[in-house]
């Protein structure tokens, strides 16, 4: 009998910009992994960004221009294939403590997934945010039954960027869309329908964790209208985004936007916003497509 195969290596990339508590408590939750990531690369645009050396000894860290798409990219870059899957983890993630040593058995055990998305147990992206106390005790509840039994997988086109894994043999030539500045709203499915040519990609149980939805360091509200208009044509005619898919995005935001303006939750800047879409919608009229335009606005 044969010995048991080593598990995959699994590396883990954050990018992360002014948020130096958040990337502190993430790699807190890293080190208490049931299988320890082989690598974990912190992508920031400045020294400011980090947590004190303490709190991400370790961790290797890659200075990068700012935006979400060429720090992840500049992670790529340092991790250079020495992986068997590559995890990208928003830095306001709270991960299960199983999440690696599932993800690695996930990819093992099924050659053909390129790519997956986890189950996020609570995701405070469209509220206030959730609380990191209350995001580690709905993480403890979920792991208090034991790793996941990884019986769900369902076939999607997008995956979910605050907590989606790619097989790395699979990237030769990939990278995500640096057009995309800033937060790089859309970058996650963009990217994920590029992976999807060469594999399965999967929403999964396999692994899980609670968004928290910090909203500091996000973009402004103008920046945001604007992307929500000009990235979802962009991909349309890039070919990364279904024509159903970018009309849904482009109109409920719209719609959305101008609705919820009369009475705008406080941690939304509603106004910001709605001047933001009519931006992209004047631009598309004068015939550009410039999702890159929102680092002047």
């Not at 010995?3 to 080190?31: E, K, N, Y």
């Amino acid at each position: 009998m044969g010995l048991p195969s080593a598990p995959l290596r699994v590396a883990v990339i954050i990018a992360s910009t002014g948020r130096p508590d958040c990337i502190a408590t993430i790699v807190r939750h890293l080190r208490a992994q049931t299988l320890a990531p082989s690598r974990i690369i912190l992508s920031v645009a400045a020294d400011r960004d980090l947590p004190a050396p303490s709190a991400r000894e370790g961790c290797e860290v890659v200075i990068a221009p700012r935006g979400l798409p060429a720090q992840r990219n500049a992670g790529l870059a340092v991790l250079a294939g020495d992986s068997d899957v590559v995890a990208f983890f928003d830095d306001d993630f709270v991960p299960s403590r199983f999440a690696v040593e599932t993800l690695s058995s996930l990819f093992a055990q099924h050659p053909d997934i390129a790519g997956a998305t986890g189950h996020v147990l609570a995701d405070g992206i469209k509220t206030p945010g959730i609380p990191a106390g209350r995001a580690e005790r709905l993480v403890e509840e979920h792991d208090c039954h034991g790793p996941p039994s990884m019986t769900y997988l369902r076939d999607v086109h997008g995956l979910y960027g605050c907590n989606m894994a790619y097989r790395t043999a699979l990237l030769g030539g990939l990278r995500f869309d640096e057009r995309l500045k800033l937060y790089g709203w859309q970058e996650d499915v963009d990217f994920a329908s590029q992976v999807s040519r060469r594999g399965r990609t999967v929403e999964t149980d396999a692994f899980a964790g609670v968004h928290l939805g910090t909203k500091s360091g996000r973009t402004s509200g103008v920046r945001l209208g604007y992307s929500q208009i000009q990235n979802p044509l962009y991909l349309l005619r890039k070919g990364t985004m279904r024509p159903g898919k970018a009309w849904k995005l482009m109109s409920r935001n719209l719609v959305m936007n101008h609705v919820r303006s009369l009475w705008p939750e406080p941690w939304v800047d509603r106004f910001g916003r709605v001047r933001g879409n009519w931006l992209g919608f004047a631009d598309l009229l004068r015939g550009r497509l410039t999702p890159e335009r929102i680092e002047e606005l």
